[in-house]
């Protein structure tokens, strides 16, 4: 499967975004998606992850409350919503895909990456 991230850019402390994944090549529905990120000078983190069908998401504590993951398979996106915006949210975000069961919150779990969105927030 071939993934394909856009939404990022440069939004105020506060501020919202929606990041969008999209795919192709391969049945979507048959992945769990993940969304990761990756601040300068600090190593891969996970973000958010949902299921093949969508009602079931994990997140990292640091964005709980504040993103959101969802899934529209009928269209091949996966989508992170993210409000409420800190600086320390500054990335370059990316999103994933596993053929996993259920969703994991390591990277090396997902073996198809898109080639990320840059998110930067200014204080």
């Known amino acids: 499967v071939q993934l394909q991230a856009s939404g990022g850019g440069l939004v105020q402390a506060g501020g919202s975004l929606r990041l969008s994944c999209a795919a192709s090549?391969?049945?979507?529905?048959?992945?769990?998606m993940g969304w990761f990120r990756q601040a300068p000078g600090k190593e891969r983190e996970f973000v958010a992850a949902?299921?093949?069908?969508?009602?079931?998401?994990y997140y990292a504590d640091s964005v709980k409350g504040r993103f959101t993951i969802s899934r529209d398979n009928a269209k091949d996106t996966v989508y992170l919503q993210m409000n409420s915006l800190k600086p320390d949210d500054t990335a370059a975000y990316y999103c994933?895909?596993?053929?996993?069961?259920?969703?994991?919150?390591?990277?090396?779990?997902?073996?198809?990456w898109g080639q990320g969105t840059l998110v930067t927030v200014s204080s």
């Open positions: 090549g391969r049945t979507f529905s048959s992945y769990v």
């Open positions: 949902v299921n093949r069908i969508g009602p079931v998401t």
């Open positions: 994933a895909a596993s053929s996993r069961t259920w969703p994991s919150r390591s990277s090396d779990n997902y073996a198809y």
